[in-house]
């Protein structure tokens, strides 16, 4: 079984277009994240989620909205869609008992046209 | 915003050589984290630290917590053509304690010639 997993792994879409991206996690972490890695490979911390509550934003444009229906889900909302929006994006959870390690999803590479 | 400074950038070696690579940052760090990259991949966690001094190993992977809490390296030892990937550091600073936030350095592309 997948311990995280997000959805879709591959996202070509137009400028303008409004996408989400689906993340699940079966390991029983009440802790997830968005992170996307740029062309350079660099990754950087977008949004972090504990048991549904939004703890960091990292000045993302607010075209990015998140949602957590529950502490086993984090979905990734874009509106507006934007060229420089092209990037690979990971979902991550990790337990919230003082210690950071973090397990990733997959990604989902996102290719704005 | 903080940063990580990990190097090299890239290594390209011959199999069986031992590998070592590094992170550095600027401000004090209470959790350092290796990670593998591989193609079309996320990271996978490789080696975690807690403690300033503390040294851990996985297989052939070495990875100390630097005792100035600024610092770690990782060590491959005798490495084959599946250590082919991208290396990444992450940390967590003291003051992100609450948060579970990670900083990444910017990798180490690792080739490993048979």
């Known amino acids: 079984d997948t311990a995280v997993s997000q959805t879709p792994k591959y996202l070509v879409t137009q400028m303008g277009n409004d996408k989400s991206i689906k993340c699940e996690q079966n390991l029983g972490h009440d802790t997830m994240y968005w992170y996307k890695q740029d062309s350079k490979k660099f990754l950087k911390i977008m949004f972090s989620?504990?048991?549904?509550?939004?703890?960091i934003n990292e000045t993302v444009p607010n075209r990015f909205s998140p949602k957590s229906p529950d502490k086993a889900h984090l979905n990734l909302h874009i509106n507006s869609l934007e060229l420089g929006d092209s990037a690979v994006y990971f979902c991550a959870s990790s337990s919230w008992n003082g210690y950071a390690e973090a397990f990733f999803g997959q990604g989902t590479r996102l290719t704005v046209v | 915003g903080q940063q990580l400074n990990q190097s090299p950038q890239s290594m390209f070696i011959q199999e069986g050589e031992d590998v070592s690579m590094n992170c550095t940052s600027s401000s004090i760090f209470n959790t350092w984290l290796w990670y593998k990259q591989d193609p079309g991949e996320g990271p996978v966690l490789l080696i975690a630290?807690?403690?300033?001094?503390e040294l851990t190993s996985n297989g052939r992977l070495t990875a100390q917590f630097g005792i100035t809490r600024k610092d770690s390296f990782l060590n491959i030892s005798a490495s084959i053509p599946s250590d082919v990937g991208i290396y990444f550091c992450?940390?967590?600073?003291?003051?992100?304690?609450?948060?579970?936030?990670?900083?990444f350095g910017q990798g180490t592309t690792l080739q490993v010639k048979p």
């Open positions: 989620y504990n048991n549904k509550e939004l703890i």
């Open positions: 992450a940390g967590r600073s003291e003051g992100s304690s609450n948060t579970g936030k990670l900083i």
């Open positions: 630290l807690y403690k300033a001094g």
